[in-house]
């Protein structure tokens, strides 16, 4: 088993930067890719970024790509999500994500074994 937990999240000013924070623990070697996703009220949860954790290899959403940047620290087992030029559009509850394999979609909820609890994102106008 893989636990995830969240940090960084909080209220921000639009144009401005947050960088969250997701914590690997338990049978972290099994890990293949961690990914972050997050949900606005009343939406779908939305894929943003993917890492693989070997290689670091990285995929975007095009909504977030050019403002988000996704990054890891193996030694750590710490996935982070830095965000710039936050918008309103932006608030939601963020939430990360371990595979233990790869799955198609990459973008896909069903593509990932463990969740973290959500850390929420506020950005004001």
């Known amino acids: 088993q893989v636990q995830l937990v969240e940090s960084g999240g909080g209220l921000v000013q639009a144009g401005g930067s947050l960088r969250l924070s997701c914590a690997a623990s338990?049978?972290?070697?099994?890990?293949?890719?961690m990914a972050w996703f997050r949900q606005a009220p009343g939406k779908e949860r939305e894929y943003l970024a993917r890492?693989?954790?070997?290689?670091?290899?990285?995929y975007y959403a095009d909504s977030v790509k050019g403002r988000f940047t996704i990054s890891r620290d193996n030694a750590k087992s710490t996935v982070y999500l830095q965000m710039n030029s936050l918008k309103p559009e932006d608030t939601a509850v963020y939430y990360c994500?371990?595979?233990?394999?790869?799955?198609?979609?990459?973008?896909?909820?069903?593509?990932?074994?463990?969740w973290g609890q959500g850390t929420q994102v506020t950005v004001s106008s």
């Open positions: 994500a371990a595979a233990s394999t790869y799955r198609t979609p990459v973008s896909g909820e069903r593509s990932y074994d463990y």
């Open positions: 890492i693989t954790w070997v290689g670091g290899s990285t």
């Open positions: 338990g049978r972290t070697s099994t890990i293949y890719a």
